[in-house]
């Protein structure tokens, strides 16, 4: 059978999946040197059992000349990568911008938090950590393996 004929990957999941966005097209433009290019991209999401899936389209240049469309599949485990390195990403930026908004307040000498507050909520932890009783635990007998009860129970016997 000739391979021309069978839809790749590509195709079928864009037949047979679940849209979950319109395509969008994005171009961007390239100004590496000084020489402008623009690329198109064409976008699209689509869900497979149950994870996102990344339909993506561009134009690139094909090594005897002109261009040649490239369809990629990415698939959900990648997609989901990305996602969790964004996530991390934009956790980190908001943490040291977090820390900078600290540090230039108390270069200037302002105080953190409401210091009444604070004191209120200290005095209420330590009342609740001295009227509270230690957990009583019930003492464990470790259990002995089968072959030293069984050596036990000869000694006994005996």
């Known amino acids: 059978m000739n391979e021309t004929l069978m839809p790749d990957r590509f195709d079928r999941l864009l037949a047979t999946a679940n849209m979950l966005t319109e395509p969008q097209i994005v171009r961007d433009t390239a100004n590496i040197l000084n020489v402008g290019g623009t690329a198109v991209y064409i976008v699209q999401v689509v869900r497979e059992s149950g994870a996102d ?3 993506l ?4 240049p094909h090594p005897s000349g002109g261009e040649y469309l490239a369809r990629i599949v990415i698939p959900a485990r ?5 996602d969790r390195q964004r996530a991390t990403l934009i956790a980190r ?5 977090a820390q900078r908004v600290v540090e230039d ?5 302002e105080s953190l938090g409401n210091p009444e507050a604070l004191a209120k909520a200290r005095e209420a932890r330590k009342e ?7 957990p009583k635990r019930r003492k464990t007998r470790k259990r002995r393996s089968r072959k030293t009860r069984k050596a036990r129970r000869k000694a006994d016997a005996q």
Do not use: H, K, P, S
Request: charged share 25%.
């Open 57 to 60: 389209q561009t134009e690139l």
């Open 128 to 134: 609740q950590l001295e009227n509270q009783d230690a």
């Open 53 to 55: 899936t990344i339909l």
């Open 93 to 97: 930026v908001r943490r040291n911008a």
């Open 78 to 82: 990648i997609v989901q990568t990305i």
């Open 105 to 109: 307040r108390l270069a200037r000498g």
